[in-house]
C-alpha cells in the first residue's frame, strides 16, 4: 500500500505536486474553518456577562462626572483631540473582560493592555467617538495608524480568552473568536449580543 502511494507520487509532474499540496493545505484550512463556524454556532454564550455601566464610568472617571461640554461636537473633534481629550484610561477589572468601550462623549480604555494594544483601542475607541459605528471600519482606520498594535491587540485578546477560559471551554472559546473575527475584521454584524471586545 505504502510502497504503491509512493510510486504513484514519484509518477507525479512537479506541477501536480505543487497543486496537489495546496489542494490538501486549502482542503485543511476550509476544514477548519467549517469547524470554527461550527463551533461559533452551537457553543452557548458561556462568557460572564459584561457589567459595565457607562454612567458609572462617567462619574468615576471622567472630568466633572462625564458631564459634556456644551459646546462639544464630538464629530468636529479632530483624531488627536479625542485622544487627548475623551479617551480615558481604567483597570481592566472596571471594564470587565473588554479591552475598551465607547460610552457616547467619553470612551475608556484599559490601562493593563500591552502598549502597542493600547495605542490600537485607544484609535478604535475614538474612531466610535467620531461616529463610526461599524466595528470592521473602526478597525480598519485604527490598523492604517497602528498596524502593529492591531496584530498585538489580536494575540492579546485570543490569548485572554483562553487563559480565563476553563479548559474544557476551550473548543468554544475558538469559536467565539472566530465569531468575534468575523464582526471585527469581515464586517458581520453581531447577532450573540454579549461578546463586544473593544
Ligand atoms: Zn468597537
Not at 500500500?1 to 496537489?20: A, C, D, N, R, V
Not at 484609535?123 to 480598519?140: C, D, F, K, R
Not at 490598523?143 to 502593529?148: D, E, H, I, Q, R
Request: charged share 15%; with cysteine.
Amino acid at each position: 500500500m505504502l510502497k504503491k502511494i509512493t510510486s504513484t507520487w514519484h509518477g507525479f509532474s512537479t506541477l501536480q505536486k505543487i497543486l496537489f499540496i495546496v489542494g490538501i493545505l486549502l482542503g485543511f484550512i476550509a476544514a477548519t474553518l467549517v469547524v470554527f463556524e461550527l463551533l461559533s454556532r452551537v457553543c452557548p454564550a458561556y462568557y460572564p456577562a459584561v457589567d459595565v455601566s457607562c454612567a458609572e464610568l462617567d462619574e468615576k472617571y471622567a472630568p466633572n462626572g462625564g458631564e459634556i461640554p456644551y459646546f462639544m461636537q464630538p464629530q468636529k473633534q479632530s483624531l488627536d483631540e479625542v485622544l487627548e481629550d475623551q479617551i480615558i484610561y481604567v483597570p481592566q477589572e472596571e471594564i470587565g473582560t473588554l479591552n475598551g468601550i465607547t460610552c457616547g462623549y467619553y470612551a475608556y480604555v484599559s490601562k493593563d493592555l500591552p502598549g502597542p494594544a493600547k495605542t490600537y483601542v485607544s484609535i478604535h475607541e475614538a474612531m466610535h467617538v467620531l461616529g463610526e459605528g461599524s466595528e470592521t471600519q473602526a478597525n480598519l482606520k485604527a490598523a492604517k495608524l497602528a498596524p502593529f498594535g492591531m496584530i498585538v491587540t489580536v494575540i492579546h485578546t485570543a490569548l485572554a480568552s483562553f487563559t480565563r477560559t476553563p479548559i474544557q471551554n476551550w473548543p468554544c472559546t475558538l469559536g467565539r473568536l472566530w465569531g468575534t473575527f468575523k464582526v471585527y475584521f469581515l464586517g458581520n454584524d453581531w447577532s450573540g449580543g454579549d461578546m463586544t471586545i473593544f
